[in-house]
């Protein structure tokens, strides 16, 4: 465990000049109004890879890429690249323009493996190539679908399909004697969501596995260039329903990054607590499910019920199990009652007390225990390279909690420790969750001390058009990033949505291979990632 | 074993009565929107708010019809807020399932003011009379057939056409001691061959279209299908789009509609008893859905 560290230094000040990048010129966009939480810097196509490598060995994460169609005002494509360092609590954006003519951008997947889904994902969604890209096969859209660019401000919403025909996705394949495949999905036998997996077996272990994602591909962030401000926010929390308050508060945080505006700090407080409360719901939750998932019934039973009891206290505050409709611009849609406040803290007692028997009863089975430990390892150097965050990544070793690390809400003012642990197995997952609920409910009690009373809400004007901004939450899967510029009208031009689930589905990959297929289940709950997340 | 059995006898019983006895709802609960018809003045505020066009308004020859749709809605509860004349209030009311589409949609015709503001109700009219007459025929039979068939023990395949995965995490607590769908006869099972009724959520995808039909074709007859959340019904706040259908009805016929942005656990069980014909005998006695007290779990 390591102290949350509430100094930060301002480590950008002192990288970006190497790259010929003074502070003089930060945060110049001439075809935007861009907000001063972040630093922004303009790089030349040709510059671009050595800059983008060169700032992954000066010690900085790169935490997503995303495309922007600005050929209608006559500049191009924008790339743009979100770097963050553990020294420095304000992300970078290092934008790049692609002239409409060349369509053509340097690849740093070969470097950069995290970032080799949204690189093609970019070449799906604008028809862009990603110069030198190890596997530059479609992602996002399946190989069946038409030739077709959908975030293309040309592309209208509305556009009927033709029927589709052919192969979605080949896969590479299964070749040798004895070695043979498991196709499974999209419709898999448990109450989840749709995916294609293929496994290629010897035997019982997996040799490899492959993905074939984005079944539940709807159309979101197009969506959004739709909607007002307002009412985006209610397809942020549609973006994957067991995140929905974290969205919520990622695309809201956006906003008003983009206004200037202050929260009310009543409003931070509220925040925090939902925000830890979908944590604990989530979490326990998935502890019942590992556990179910090597026959433990009876402690998935009981976890079960302890989630039921954290969704009922959604519903006291928030009138909504998934915490949905109470996030807006501004802060809080209502305020909270003293009676609701004091049956929260009723109720969380309880859930306390609850939660160290459940434990105590997992801790009782040794067979749980040896099911779960070396199972689905996922080693430290692996998470780093792929860009794993969140739960998945604290347990393999990536020391990052934007919590604590970019705070946001009321996590400022709150004193918490971010586990982490080596071992990056089923069991390593799982304790990560363990200690992480028990942060929540330090966090949860000094919050509710400090929930002093106040405006909830501060009344946020129309925003100008052309206002970019980034709003970042730590969900309880990992970091979720909203990115956003207005257009006109008080509308949406573009929201680019990075759900941690993105990040991590490499994981899987790696975790399982080695491991017996009946252990699957158990592997893939332990990283319970969004199919909808990833693929919107 | 000792562990287990003592935290067993400490915890107790802990699954609700519902639908036997009334459900407990906790009193903050965002249920339906509910409408005051009669001497509503001025819908525009309201259907400004929505964010899905639940609430709609088209304006002909000095009259104007207002349409609401619940099974757009997502009970955001926007309307009651925008609307200061008190006419929308949010009611606790989760039991919305309904067996024709049409149901869920209500009507509501005005003649206008000179200062764009309704008069008097000329008009209020919900489902379609057609399909009532329609059905009515063969609904009693058709009813009793599945009853017959399925009534007593129902095998439930889900399958997710795209939700954003708020419905299933609602699906799944139905699974737990608390809902506890079981003793109903009621189970989830892992193959649409195996299955009576298919719960579907999400807009349709695209991508899942062919997915949907062929589990659809997969399970034998009689089968039951139900679309579940606003998405299942109408597309929700996805709507119709390059990748999405715009709700389960357009690519398999649909035997029931259960309201909700998730649905609630009861509201789910209740929709799929609706679909049973079972419904109706567990509720001889009236409903409230109202209830001070919180669940002890």
């Known amino acids: 465990m390591t102290q949350p560290s509430k100094v930060f230094t301002s480590k950008f000040d002192e990288i970006l000049p190497h790259y010929g990048f003074s502070s003089a010129g930060w945060n110049e966009a001439n075809d935007a109004e861009v907000s001063k939480a972040e630093i922004h810097v303009v790089v030349t196509l040709t510059d671009l890879r050595s800059t983008v490598t060169g700032l992954i060995e000066d010690g900085c994460r790169l935490a997503s890429i995303f495309a922007e169609d600005r050929t209608s005002v006559g500049l191009g494509f924008l790339i743009c690249y979100v770097f963050d360092h553990r020294q420095d609590c304000r992300f970078l954006l290092l934008r790049t323009v692609v002239s409409e003519m060349s369509k053509a951008f340097p690849s740093v997947s070969a470097r950069i493996p995290a970032v080799n889904w949204q690189e093609r994902e970019i070449q799906d969604m604008f028809g862009l190539v990603a110069k030198g890209h190890p596997n530059p096969r479609r992602v996002a859209l399946h190989d069946n679908w038409p030739d077709i660019h959908p975030l293309r401000k040309d592309f209208p919403i509305d556009t009927v399909l033709p029927p589709f025909h052919g192969e979605r996705h080949v896969y590479r394949p299964t070749l040798g004697e004895g070695v043979f495949q498991i196709p499974v999905g999209p419709v898999h036998a448990g109450i989840i969501e749709p995916g294609h997996f293929n496994f290629a077996v010897a035997g019982e272990p997996i040799l490899y596995l492959q993905l074939r994602m984005f079944y539940t591909h709807k159309g979101t962030e197009k969506r959004f260039e739709h909607l007002t401000v307002r009412n985006a926010v209610y397809l942020a929390e549609s973006i994957s329903g067991d995140s929905g308050f974290s969205h919520g508060t990622a695309f809201c945080q956006a906003v008003e990054r983009a206004a200037g505006a202050e929260v009310p700090i009543r409003a931070k407080r509220m925040r925090t607590i939902l925000l830890e409360l979908e944590r604990l719901y989530n979490h326990v939750g998935d502890i019942g499910a590992i556990v179910n998932d090597v026959g433990f019934a009876v402690a998935n039973a009981h976890a079960a019920r302890l989630r039921e009891m954290i969704l009922n206290i959604n519903e006291e505050l928030a009138g909504s199990r998934l915490l949905r409709g109470v996030v807006c611009p501004g802060g809080m849609r209502h305020d909270w009652t003293d009676r609701q406040i004091a049956r929260c803290r009723e109720s969380l007692h309880h859930f306390d007390a609850e939660f160290t028997d459940l434990m105590a009863l997992i801790d009782s089975s040794d067979s749980t225990r040896d099911r779960l430990e070396h199972t689905g390892t996922l080693h430290p150097g692996k998470a780093v390279d792929l860009g794993i965050v969140g739960v998945s990544g604290r347990a393999s070793g990536v020391d990052r909690d934007l919590r604590r690390d970019h705070p946001y809400a009321a996590y400022d003012e709150v004193s918490f420790d971010v586990p982490v642990y080596q071992e990056g197995d089923v069991f390593s997952r799982m304790l990560v969750r363990v200690d992480e609920i028990r942060q929540s409910m330090r966090i949860l009690k000094d919050v509710l001390d400090r929930l002093a009373p106040g405006p909830c809400r501060t009344a946020l004007s129309q925003l100008p058009a052309n206002c970019v901004a980034l709003g970042a939450v730590e969900g309880w899967r990992g970091e979720i990033l909203h990115w956003i510029r207005t257009g006109p009208d008080g509308r949406l031009d573009r929201c680019k949505i990075k759900d941690p689930s993105l990040n991590n589905w490499p994981a899987l990959v790696e975790a399982v291979q080695g491991n017996i297929v009946p252990d699957f289940p158990v592997i893939n709950k332990s990283f319970n990632l969004s199919y909808s997340g990833t693929d919107r | ?297």
């Open chain 2, 1 to 297: 074993m000792f562990h287990i059995l003592k935290k067993a006898a400490q915890t107790g019983l802990v699954t609700i009565g519902y639908p036997d006895r009334s459900a407990q709802i906790p009193e903050n609960f965002r249920g339906a929107p509910s409408f005051e018809f009669a001497g509503w003045q001025d819908a525009r505020p309201a259907a400004d708010a929505c964010p899905t066009g639940a609430i709609s308004i088209e304006e002909s020859e000095a009259r104007r019809r207002v349409t609401i749709d619940y099974g757009l809605c997502i009970y955001c509860g926007q309307c009651a807020e925008a609307d200061l004349s008190g006419a929308v209030k949010i009611t606790r009311n989760f039991e919305l399932a309904v067996r024709e589409r049409s149901d869920l949609v209500t009507t509501a015709d005005y003649p206008l003011t000179s200062d764009g503001r309704q008069g008097d109700l000329a008009g209020l009219r919900t489902g379609s009379t057609a399909a009532h007459g329609r059905l009515q025929a063969v609904e009693a039979k058709l009813q009793q057939r599945i009853q017959d068939v399925l009534g007593r023990s129902l095998a439930v395949r889900e399958v997710d056409a795209g939700s954003c995965n708020g419905c299933e995490i609602e699906i799944n607590a139905l699974n737990n001691p608390v809902y506890d769908l079981e003793r109903l006869g009621i189970h989830f099972v892992a193959s649409p061959r195996h299955a009576d009724m298919l719960l579907v959520t999400g807009p349709v995808t695209r991508n899942m279209e062919l997915a949907l039909q062929k589990t659809y074709r997969a399970t034998p007859t009689p089968k039951i299908v139900i679309a579940v959340g606003a998405c299942g019904i109408s597309g929700g706040i996805f709507g119709n789009n390059y990748a999405t259908i715009g709700g389960v009805n357009a690519v398999v016929p649909v035997d029931v509609f259960i309201p909700g942005c998730p649905p609630r656990p009861q509201a789910l069980l209740h929709g799929i008893l609706l679909a049973l014909g079972r419904m109706e005998q567990r509720l001889a006695s009236s409903h409230a859905v109202c209830s001070e007290k919180s669940n002890g779990f």
